[in-house]
């Protein structure tokens, strides 16, 4: 896996993305969401994915990861 550097410019905006324009934790759910309904649809049409399932579940994978890094679900206490 490759790790992609962002520019200044990017990270300014994304940033500024995420602080002014949306609220964390309601990305994070809506994030979460689209992450079951797509692997619902996964599920349901298994035949015809099959050979791009490495992808589907890398990218299921990040999704995750960017929902915790914005509301993090499951906090240790």
Avoid at 16 to 26: A, L, S
Avoid at 44 to 51: A, Q
């Amino acid at each position: 896996m490759t790790a992609n550097t962002l520019s200044k410019e990017e990270e300014i905006r994304l940033i500024r993305f995420f602080n002014e324009t949306v609220e964390p934790k309601v990305i994070a759910k809506a994030i979460r969401q689209l992450n079951y309904t797509l692997a619902l649809s996964v599920m349901r049409e298994n035949e015809t994915l099959l050979n791009k399932m490495d992808k589907l579940e890398d990218s299921f994978y990040w999704l995750n990861e960017l929902a915790e890094i914005l509301n993090p679900y499951l906090e240790t206490e």
